[in-house]
């Protein structure tokens, strides 16, 4: 027989990964404190050549390292899940469009990646997601930071018993919606001047009317829009996973190991095969 | 029709990137133009796919640079030439500087990477990354993304048919609205679990998570060449930049 049939353990080279996270987590941060700390005099006189530069390599090049540390630790069942993450993330956008809904709900992949395979796949999901979406909406490349924070933030979530019961989620979604849009808010201000859709531009419009600078305006404008959508998110995935089979839920180790979702492991609820519109 | 591919994904990518740098370093309005102008234009032109790209980088870059006009062109409090002023809204000269700049940045971001994804080979650029020896694993994450993407879309709109001829009705209020995402989403996040779960063992089966390096069926279209000019690319935009950045902070 060939060795190549035979499934040698991978080795372990525990340092270099927490190297590779430790820097990646150190250079988010440190772009993030660069711009609100340093920067938000300059968005006032031109555009900010060095904020954009810094916001652009920061975020991007700290999503990078992270998913760098994150990818060698993760197990086969976390990378098959990973993709259709990644791909619901992009397709569920545009559902929601074709429904006619006002949130973006750009993050119930990575949510649902983080829940069952544990926050660094949730990270690693939400870094990539915003990096194959940015080859066909731009856009969503400088948010891969954000991103990442999204899914690792909602495994640790997951991890303390957040989606045991249908009513803890919408409050574990405020928080990371309101982190999330903390962090994404110096992105959109230094790389697009704040542009967005015309509903977020609108809420933005009301803060500068009322005199705030444009971090301000839109860091409040994150933490609404975020907080809102991620609240969403949150119950959607929450109603998803209840209804899914045990047998899916129990091919994740993360999901087993944890508890994630209690005592509830995959009896399908009522609301989640009931169809709308009465 | 495709037009014939002269240089690797690869280096048409990093190609890109490194224009959107440049942008960014030089951060002046003449500068995006020429690139808009010189550079987006021909690119797309001679793409082969001019109509669709075009299509796209206005679908992408329209309603943001619409409503980027709108919002710094009405509200920009920091703004001291007043042209127009509506009582709370007042157009200033600065606002609409600040709207044309930013707007001309976002476009040729658009239009330079747009172009560069568009005309990408997919199954090229993850052949090459195997060839180069890149993770594997992200490599298997990439192409198994993009290759899900066609077939999550059209699950999501057969799943959307059934349940409307079950009787799904889309409604004005909030709560129908998610009662029917939850309907759509449901059945769709399950089937595709269940998929991959299957996957999952026929990857375990097949050695996916034992170690060494992997081979590609598709042979590999980079060149010695093309990889020193991507390491010769990478170092004079690394030199142009510092050196720009420096000589803007002296002066």
Redesign the interface.
Same mark, same amino acid.
């Given at each position: 027989m060939s060795s190549?049939?035979?499934?040698?353990a991978?080795?372990t080279a525990q340092r270099p990964r927490r190297l590779l996270l430790a820097l990646g987590g150190a250079l988010i941060v440190a772009t993030y404190l660069f711009l609100v700390i340093v920067q938000p005099a300059e968005i =006032?006189g031109?555009? #900010?050549?060095?904020a954009? /530069?810094v916001s652009?390599f920061g975020f991007l090049g700290g999503g990078a390292l992270l998913?760098?540390g994150i990818?060698?630790m993760?197990?086969?069942?976390s990378?098959?899940?990973?993709?259709?993450g990644?791909?619901?993330n992009?397709?569920?956008g545009?559902? =929601?469009g074709s429904? #006619?809904?006002q949130i973006y /709900?750009d993050a119930?992949g990575t949510v649902?990646v983080a829940v069952l395979a544990g926050p660094a796949a949730g990270a690693?999901t939400g870094a990539?997601?915003n990096a194959?979406w940015?080859?066909?909406?731009?856009?969503a490349?400088p948010f891969a930071a954000g991103a990442a924070l999204i899914g690792l933030l909602a495994g640790l979530a997951a991890r303390y018993g957040a989606f045991r019961r249908v009513y803890l989620a919408p409050v574990a979604g405020v928080i990371v919606g309101a982190i999330g849009g903390l962090v994404a808010a110096p992105v959109a201000v230094f790389m697009?001047?704040?542009?967005?859709?015309?509903g977020t531009?609108a809420i933005?419009?009301a803060f500068?009317?009322m005199?705030?600078?444009l971090l301000v305006a839109a860091t409040k404008q994150g933490l609404l829009s975020d907080s809102l959508d991620k609240i969403?998110v949150f119950?959607?995935v929450a109603?998803?996973v209840y209804?899914?089979?045990q047998?899916?839920v129990r091919?994740f180790p993360f999901a087993r190991t944890y508890r994630v979702l209690g005592t509830r492991t995959g009896t399908p609820t009522r609301?989640?095969?009931?169809?709308?519109?009465k | 029709m495709p037009r014939r591919r002269i240089y690797n994904p690869l280096t048409e990518l990093l190609a890109a990137v490194l224009l959107v740098v440049l942008v960014l370093v030089v951060n002046r309005w003449e500068f995006s133009l020429a690139v808009l102008v010189f550079g987006v234009l021909p690119a797309v032109l001679l793409s082969g796919r001019a109509r669709q790209i075009g299509l796209a980088i206005v679908l992408v870059a329209g309603p943001l640079l619409l409503s980027s006009l709108l919002l710094h062109g009405l509200f920009f409090p920091e703004g001291s030439t007043v042209l127009v002023d509506l009582g709370i809204a007042r157009v200033t000269a600065e606002g609409l500087t600040f709207a044309a700049g930013m707007g001309l940045r976002m476009t040729v971001f658009t239009g330079v990477l747009l172009t560069a994804a568009m005309t990408m080979d997919i199954p090229e650029l993850l052949a090459t990354m195997t060839h180069r020896g890149w993770n594997r694993k992200l490599v298997f994450i990439v192409g198994s993304a993009v290759g899900l993407l066609p077939h999550v879309a059209l699950r999501a709109q057969q799943v959307t048919r059934a349940q409307q001829a079950r009787g799904l009705v889309v409604g004005r209020a909030p709560l129908s609205r998610f009662r029917a995402l939850v309907a759509v989403t449901t059945p769709l996040v399950i089937g595709l679990l269940v998929d991959a779960s299957e996957r999952n063992s026929m990857l375990e089966a097949r050695g996916f998570s034992s170690p060494g390096a992997r081979t590609s069926y598709l042979p590999d279209t980079d060149t010695p060449h093309q990889r020193r000019a991507r390491r010769a690319m990478v170092a004079v935009v690394g030199v142009f930049s510092a050196a720009w950045l420096v000589i803007a902070a002296v002066a």
């Open positions: 190549s049939l035979t499934l040698a991978e080795s =006032a031109g555009m #900010g050549s060095t954009s /530069l652009l998913v760098g990818l060698p993760l197990t086969t069942s990378l098959v899940v990973m993709p259709l990644i791909a619901l992009i397709a569920i545009q559902i =929601a429904l #006619g809904m /709900l119930i649902l690693a990539i997601s194959i940015g080859l066909f909406n731009p856009f490349l697009f001047g704040a542009a967005g859709t015309f531009n933005i419009a500068r009317s005199g705030d600078k969403v119950v959607l109603l998803i209804a899914l089979p047998r899916a091919q609301a989640a095969v009931q169809p709308a519109g | -």
